[in-house]
């Protein structure tokens, strides 16, 4: 990420790429708390360097948070997730859930991925709303949008995938 090779990207032009979609689609206003849905997968890791980066130059003030939940998945250990955010100077919040337990050793599911989604979307709603904060942000790449526009076609025979804001409720802004 860091080379000066012309096939990899940089972090400026991530950080380019997140600042014109902030400006395009209005996401952030004066003040705002962000908070980074941070799962240690690449996206969420890549967009949550971008979004710091971004505090240093972006015209518009905005506090960042990251935030994990804890599947309650046997051995999970967080921990590097917390040193690698506070090298950012981002606030990292674990949030305990019991979404694990409840999908496999009560429901047994043999299909979760849609109520794990669910299940993982009420939960940081959940946590959200307690802390106070406006807006959450969540990491994407063109996979994501691939499988999302199938997947709707597919299950629900119309052509859709997720827009840049959505709008959950009158206090919560997905981005």
Not at 24 to 42: C, E, H, N, Q, R
Not at 128 to 152: M, N, P
Request: aromatic share 10%; charged share 20%; hydrophobic share 40%.
């Amino acid at each position: 990420l860091f080379s000066k090779r012309k096939d990899l990207i940089t972090v400026q032009h991530i950080s380019g790429c997140v600042r014109r979609c902030l400006e395009d689609y209005d996401m952030v206003a004066p003040g705002d708390t962000i908070a980074v849905a941070l799962s240690g997968g690449k996206d969420s890791l890549t967009l949550l360097c971008a979004l710091a980066e971004l505090r240093r130059y972006f015209p518009i003030p905005y506090t960042l948070n990251a935030i994990t939940l804890d599947m309650g998945i046997p051995g999970m250990d967080f921990s590097p997730l917390s040193e690698f955010c506070k090298t950012l100077d981002v606030p990292h919040f674990i949030i305990p859930t019991h979404i694990y337990h409840l999908l496999f050793e009560e429901r047994h599911e043999k299909n979760p991925c849609s109520l794990c989604a669910k299940l993982r979307r009420g939960a940081l709603s959940r946590v959200l709303g307690e802390r106070g904060i406006q807006k959450i942000a969540l990491g994407h790449h063109y996979d994501d949008a691939v499988e999302t526009f199938l997947l709707s076609l597919l299950f629900e025979g119309r052509l859709s995938c997720f827009q840049p804001v959505t709008y959950l409720s009158r206090s919560i802004c997905w981005t």
